[in-house]
């Protein structure tokens, strides 16, 4: 008879991670509020739930939002996303088992294009490997209007056999530049 182990919970910490701006119009400074590029992920953690060794955890990180009211000739930008390890009691599932989808957007508001990263779950993309980001979602165009684009992230964690029981906790990080 085999025994299999579960895991308690995988649970993520979702970060945003903010690029600075600051403008200028016609010689004149205007606040970083009013003409900006910012990034906005849910607070708090994300449980995907109990699953053991050799199973396949999947959940929704919750809305990611990207304004762009920086009114510039275009308002190109790329949010990329990465992750740690995900570690517990002196164990890890490594990143390299942790996979992200962005999916389609739902806002998508401003002239120009929005791009998903990984339109579907067969799109996904593993966040180790390179410990390169992965694109999660691009904008390119949009003449002098700004956007707001927003997706809704599905994080696909591959648990190993070797997997001991207990809870694992990663961190997920958006960014946008």
Not at 31 to 59: K, M, N
Not at 137 to 162: D, E, I, M, R
């Amino acid at each position: 008879m085999r025994k299999r182990a579960a895991i308690s919970a995988v649970v993520l910490a979702v970060v945003p991670t903010l690029t600075p701006t600051s403008s200028a119009v016609a010689g004149a400074a205007v606040p970083d509020r009013l003409l900006s590029l910012d990034i906005t992920v849910p607070s708090g953690s994300v449980s995907l739930g109990h699953g053991g060794p050799g199973s396949v955890l999947e959940g929704a990180l919750g809305q990611v939002t990207v304004a762009d009211t920086r009114l510039g000739i275009t308002s190109n930008w790329t949010a990329s996303v990465h992750a740690t390890d995900f570690t517990g009691g002196g164990r890890t599932i490594s990143v390299s088992n942790v996979a992200y989808w962005s999916g389609p957007a739902v806002v998508a508001q401003g002239g120009g294009i929005f791009t998903p990263g990984q339109a579907t779950r067969a799109a996904r993309m593993t966040l180790g490997g390179s410990g390169a980001p992965v694109t999660a979602f691009s904008h390119s165009g949009g003449l002098l209007t700004g956007s707001t684009g927003a997706w809704n992230p599905q994080l696909v964690v591959s648990v190993p056999f070797s997997t001991q029981n207990g809870d694992y906790r990663g961190t997920v990080t958006h960014s946008v530049v």
